[in-house]
């Protein structure tokens, strides 16, 4: 069935660090990939999205590129700040004939110190 | 603008007690709707969605239960909740249509003392 991996948290990096964020799926069809970010103690919140191969989603300084030849979508961002300390969520979206469920993966925990 | 409301925020009941969470949609109608659980430090869960008015759909067999009295508001319930089912609880909502993101209510914490 569809999955999706993460990269194994917690990832702790000081301020204006690049940060790169793994994540890899599997699915049959043509997925929609998103990636998600949670605060502490609230819900998720869409940062960004792609919807076919070699689109580029960005929001925030954040971006991820769909690259169907190597089934990834990495988070990255050139500078990261104290604010950006939250978990992340990468989730696809299956093919046709889908009811809107996402497939999530387990979350990267992102700890950034000044 | 879309807006969904997830209420309460935290919740402390007895082992035993009944469940009610609410989650109300504004602004589209005939959403996707769907429940989540986040257990501390893990991912989601999906509990059940919605299609429509009385269609639900349970994904996991467990000891609690959902309902959809109206088009925007869906409603996760339990009879006797028990010690495990102290966990994160999501609400979403989506288009429903392919690659439609989900939107996601604040969450209620519950604990189960």
């Known amino acids: 069935g569809d999955s999706v991996t993460q990269m194994e948290g917690p990832v702790t990096l000081s301020e204006e660090a690049f940060l790169t964020i793994n994540c890899t799926y599997t699915a049959t069809g043509y997925p929609s990939l998103f990636w998600y970010v949670q605060y502490p103690g609230e819900g998720l919140q869409l940062l960004l999205k792609?919807?076919?191969?070699?689109d580029k989603g960005s929001n925030k300084g954040f971006e991820a590129t769909y690259r169907k030849e190597t089934t990834s979508f990495h988070l990255e961002k050139g500078s990261v700040q104290v604010s950006d300390s939250a978990v992340y969520f990468c989730a696809l979206s299956p093919g046709s004939g889908n009811t809107g469920k996402l497939i999530f993966g387990q979350g990267t925990t992102l700890q950034v110190k000044p | 603008s879309q807006t969904i409301h997830q209420w309460p925020a935290t919740l402390v009941q007895p082992v035993g007690s009944p469940l009610s969470l609410e989650c109300t949609v504004e602004?589209?109608?005939?959403?996707?709707l769907y429940w989540y659980r986040q257990a501390a430090g893990r991912g989601l869960q999906l509990l059940f969605y919605s299609v429509g008015i009385g269609q639900i759909s349970s994904e996991v067999p467990q000891n609690l239960s959902a309902s959809r009295p109206q088009d925007r508001q869906f409603i996760l319930s339990s009879k006797k909740l028990l010690l495990s089912d102290s966990s994160f609880y999501l609400c979403a909502w989506s288009l429903g249509q392919d690659k439609s993101p989900l939107h996601f209510g604040n969450g209620t914490r519950l604990t189960v003392t």
């Open positions: 602004g589209t109608s005939n959403p996707n």
């Open positions: 792609a919807t076919k191969a070699d």
